[in-house]
């Protein structure tokens, strides 16, 4: 082994999904070894709609500019036009009611499952391994911490990142497994989700409801009281993807426990009974059979902290929201970038200092990780729960009145979108330079 490997730390990831796919990335561009541990037998990802808020783009090309290669390749086409969303009255009128400006090229989309797939084909494949899900972890004598898997394989890594989604094994692992703020709660919300043939879509709605006159993506959302419906194009103009998020006053349960559970068209039907027509003949669009999925988030029981010693949780595992603001996945990247950077830094620092100082060093970084991003992260949790009362016209101050709605929903998403990368990276170096050099030598 040569000087330089010896001195580098090696990273496990734990889970596929975005998050971890795009941190894996990020280390592969900074030459930080890492292994990827995916509990399916392959990359897999639904094939539900997404959208990448502006900040979450301006990260990806951070990260790794070919993440925004390929991405630039999935994403539908703008047409060089400005984009808005808009949000309409659904209950009464079905009128468009408020915009806000975008800009071009920003806030694109497409399926879940595309960006998977063409993300996971840029990491180098002896850095993944499948069928691999993690039962616990140790950690040793020696600073490594031991995973150890349910198909009785063991592991060892210099730090562990937990990208494993809103049941996150590694949050248990962190916080406790009796701790309430390892388990997501219900939000009281649920919601039915279709891709629909974009011809099909627009034979029912006419061109203005869905791909726009002026080739915009057309994003619309019919606000009215205790649910919305989002409408836009992915998979570059072929589908029109549909969101209905229904308010639910009752605890959600399933006999298997799970987040998801079988419902209808019929149902989603009733939930919109009384709204305007034009509404409801987008759940008209609806197949008859649907999986019914509970939102659930990390609102009533918050992670408290998001690492231990050399064990971290980024993205839904850390500070799962809601999909209302469109910047859950969005915040998971910048997780990636933050802990991409500091994990650079780490190997950089060794290079002076050494294997002594390689567990102190990776306990650094994850601590200047956790103190970057643990208010804004968790201020979207919160703020993801008050954009849904405001759509589901909820909000007492606000109600069903959008010169009173517009103000209040563009401060969160500006919050969001005018993060600035450059700034961000800066503060995190700082933050583990300072935390670095209270290290003994």
Same mark, same amino acid.
């Given at each position: 082994?040569?000087?330089?490997?010896?001195?580098?730390i090696?990273?496990?990831?734990?889970?596929?999904?975005?998050?971890? *796919?795009?941190?894996?990335?990020?280390?592969?561009?900074?030459?930080?070894?890492?292994?990827?541990?995916?509990?399916?037998?392959? !990359?897999?990802?639904?094939?539900? =709609?997404? =959208?990448?808020?502006?900040?979450?783009?301006?990260?990806?090309?951070?990260?790794?500019?070919?993440?925004d290669?390929?991405?630039?390749?999935?994403?539908?086409?703008?047409?060089?036009?400005?984009?808005?969303?808009?949000?309409?009255?659904?209950?009464?009128?079905?009128?468009?009611?408020?915009?806000?400006l *975008?800009?071009?090229?920003?806030?694109?989309?497409?399926?879940?499952?595309?960006?998977?797939?063409?993300?996971?084909?840029?990491?180098? %494949?002896?850095?993944?391994?499948?069928?691999?899900?993690?039962?616990?972890?140790? &950690?040793?004598?020696?600073?490594?911490?031991?995973?150890?898997?349910?198909?009785?394989?063991?592991?060892?890594?210099d730090?562990?990142?937990? +990208?494993?989604?809103? &049941?996150?094994?590694?949050?248990q692992?962190?916080?406790?497994?009796?701790?309430?703020?390892?388990?997501?709660?219900?939000?009281?919300?649920? +919601?039915?989700?279709?891709?629909?043939?974009?011809?099909?879509?627009?034979?029912?709605?006419?061109?203005?409801?869905? #791909?726009?006159?002026?080739?915009?993506?057309?994003?619309?959302?019919?606000?009215?009281?205790?649910?919305?419906?989002? #409408?836009?194009?992915?998979?570059?103009?072929?589908?029109?993807?549909?969101?209905?998020?229904?308010?639910?006053? &009752?605890?959600?349960?399933?006999?298997?426990?799970?987040?998801?559970?079988?419902?209808?068209? =019929?149902?989603?039907?009733?939930?919109?009974?009384?709204?305007?027509?034009?509404?409801?003949?987008?759940?008209?669009?609806?197949?008859?059979e649907?999986?019914?999925?509970?939102?659930?988030?990390? +609102?009533e029981?918050?992670?408290?902290?998001?690492?231990?010693?050399?064990?971290?949780?980024?993205?839904?595992?850390?500070?799962?929201?809601?999909? &209302?603001?469109?910047?859950?996945?969005?915040?998971?990247?910048?997780?990636?970038?933050?802990?991409? #950077?500091?994990?650079?830094?780490?190997?950089?620092?060794?290079?002076?200092?050494?294997?002594?100082?390689?567990?102190?060093? +990776?306990?650094?970084?994850?601590?200047?990780?956790?103190?970057?991003?643990?208010?804004?992260?968790?201020?979207?949790? =919160?703020?993801?729960?008050?954009?849904?009362?405001?759509?589901?016209?909820?909000?007492?101050?606000?109600?069903?009145?959008?010169? %009173? !709605?517009?103000?209040?929903?563009t401060k969160? !998403?500006?919050?969001?979108?005018?993060?600035?990368?450059?700034?961000?990276?800066?503060?995190?170096?700082?933050?583990?330079?300072?935390?670095?050099?209270?290290?003994?030598?």
């Amino acid at each position: 082994m040569s000087l330089g490997e010896s001195n580098s730390i090696h990273v496990a990831i734990i889970g596929g999904g975005i998050t971890g *796919i795009i941190l894996a990335l990020g280390l592969q561009k900074r030459g930080v070894n890492f292994t990827l541990y995916e509990r399916a037998p392959a !990359f897999t990802e639904l094939g539900a =709609g997404i =959208g990448f808020s502006p900040n979450a783009e301006r990260a990806l090309k951070v990260i790794n500019p070919e993440i925004d290669r390929v991405y630039k390749q999935l994403v539908a086409p703008t047409h060089g036009v400005e984009e808005y969303f808009q949000w309409a009255d659904g209950y009464r009128t079905s009128e468009i009611e408020a915009k806000l400006l *975008i800009g071009v090229d920003c806030f694109q989309g497409g399926r879940r499952s595309d960006f998977v797939d063409g993300w996971s084909k840029l990491i180098s %494949k002896d850095s993944v391994k499948f069928n691999k899900e993690l039962s616990f972890l140790v &950690h040793r004598d020696d600073g490594k911490v031991s995973l150890q898997f349910k198909d009785g394989s063991v592991d060892e890594a210099d730090a562990v990142i937990g +990208c494993d989604g809103i &049941h996150s094994r590694v949050r248990q692992l962190i916080l406790g497994e009796t701790n309430p703020a390892s388990y997501a709660s219900y939000t009281n919300k649920y +919601c039915f989700r279709a891709l629909v043939p974009m011809e099909k879509a627009q034979a029912a709605l006419g061109t203005e409801q869905t #791909t726009g006159s002026d080739k915009s993506l057309n994003r619309v959302m019919y606000n009215g009281p205790n649910a919305h419906i989002i #409408t836009y194009p992915v998979a570059q103009g072929q589908f029109m993807n549909i969101l209905l998020v229904i308010s639910d006053p &009752h605890p959600w349960k399933t006999e298997d426990g799970k987040h998801t559970a079988a419902g209808s068209k =019929g149902e989603a039907l009733r939930a919109y009974e009384g709204w305007h027509p034009r509404v409801r003949a987008i759940a008209e669009l609806l197949p008859e059979e649907l999986q019914k999925w509970a939102i659930f988030d990390m +609102c009533e029981n918050p992670a408290p902290y998001y690492y231990r010693d050399s064990v971290a949780i980024a993205g839904d595992a850390a500070h799962a929201a809601g999909p &209302h603001l469109g910047s859950g996945a969005g915040f998971g990247i910048e997780d990636a970038l933050v802990l991409a #950077t500091v994990l650079e830094a780490v190997n950089e620092k060794l290079d002076v200092q050494g294997q002594k100082a390689k567990v102190e060093l +990776c306990q650094a970084a994850l601590a200047a990780y956790n103190n970057m991003r643990y208010d804004r992260t968790q201020w979207l949790v =919160g703020a993801t729960r008050e954009a849904c009362a405001l759509f589901h016209w909820q909000d007492e101050n606000v109600g069903s009145d959008f010169g %009173k !709605f517009l103000p209040e929903i563009t401060k969160r !998403f500006h919050k969001i979108w005018k993060q600035d990368i450059d700034e961000m990276l800066r503060e995190t170096r700082e933050e583990f330079k300072r935390l670095g050099s209270e290290l003994p030598n």
